[in-house]
């Protein structure tokens, strides 16, 4: 007969008290028993929490660091730091499966799976000329109940540098670029449910990456370099365009209350793109730590700005006030560079 979750309790009654069990013990918890292991990596964990009214936001940070091998070399690799809605570091994302790559993309699922989709590595090992890059088709989700990655179901295309974004649960790639450097003009869509991945197509824009985001439940595709916008609507599977009146070279990018904040590396300042209104505006910003670009992400529903350069302390500002232009300085400080930000709630 299989033990119960807690001695001298009915499991509704345990997985009740389990349920409050703080993120940042998730890790010690899951390592106590293979039922509670089991328990944390379920579905209904998840139900339970948000049953029990545990559920909080919780900001996830991916970085770059490297490791000094014996050998004298730098390894670099790619790993997480989790913070709570009041800037505490509340533990760590352990490094993404795979060689390190760039040009990845990152998005949440079911609003508590961090997705890492893609990218490239570089290979001078054979290389006449420069560096040989390969593009990857492979997918990872976190899971943090038991603070760990998963191998989910490959894309078709091995790709890097592509617009991304989640729309109704689904996650879209779209476009990007091929280990030969050829502009791709396919996209693709993956479904959690069925842990597949499924071809679709889009217009061909062979223009660099861009950026994608989810407004009225729809996918919006900036292309850079191209003031048109691509919409794409789940329910009748068509494309129509948008003249946004404005050519973009965007680097970063956050959607917060459903506007789109952005640097773009030939204007100053932080732009705002209201879908809505297809208006542009812009938000001062202060300099860069080192003279680096920002990374942007979003804190308790305001923008942050994490220096690109690791060790530098956050900014943040809520840009729907008055006094938008004031940002404060947070006591948040990741140890890493080239930040990814996300939002998970669990």
Known sequence: MESSLIPGLTDDVAELCLSRIPYSCFQIVSQVCRRWRTFLRSEHFSAVRKLTGSVDEFMCVLMESQLDRRDGRFVKYLFGEVFDRSGNNVGLIPPVPGPFMSGFGVAVLHGSKIVFIGGYTRDERFAIKGTTIYASANVYEFDPPTN???????MNVPRHNFAFAVVNGL???????????????????????????????????????????????????????????????????????LDSGQSL?????????????????????????????????SVCVPRSPGGYWFRLGEWNNKVILI??????KALT???????????????????????TVVLINF
């Open 307 to 312: 220096a690109r350069l690791g060790g530098c």
């Open 249 to 281: 070279s965007v680097y970063s990018y956050t959607v917060i209350r459903n506007k789109v904040y952005f640097f773009d590396r030939k204007l100053p300042g932080l732009g705002v793109f209201d879908p809505e209104e297809n208006s542009w505006s």
């Open 171 to 241: 996650l879209y790639v779209i476009r990007g670029f091929s280990s030969y450097g050829d502009s791709l003009i396919s996209s693709e869509v993956y479904d959690p449910e069925t842990n597949q991945w499924s071809l679709m197509d889009c217009p061909n824009r062979p223009v660099w990456r861009g950026f994608a985001f989810s407004f009225n439940s729809k996918l919006f595709v900036v292309s850079n370099e191209s003031r048109l916008i691509d919409i794409y609507d789940p329910k009748t599977e068509t494309w129509e365009e």
């Open 148 to 154: 760990s990655w998963r191998k989910l179901a490959c």
């Open 317 to 339: 500002g809520d840009l729907d006030k008055e006094n938008a232009s004031k940002w404060r300085a947070t006591h948040i400080k990741p140890s890493g560079s080239n930040a």
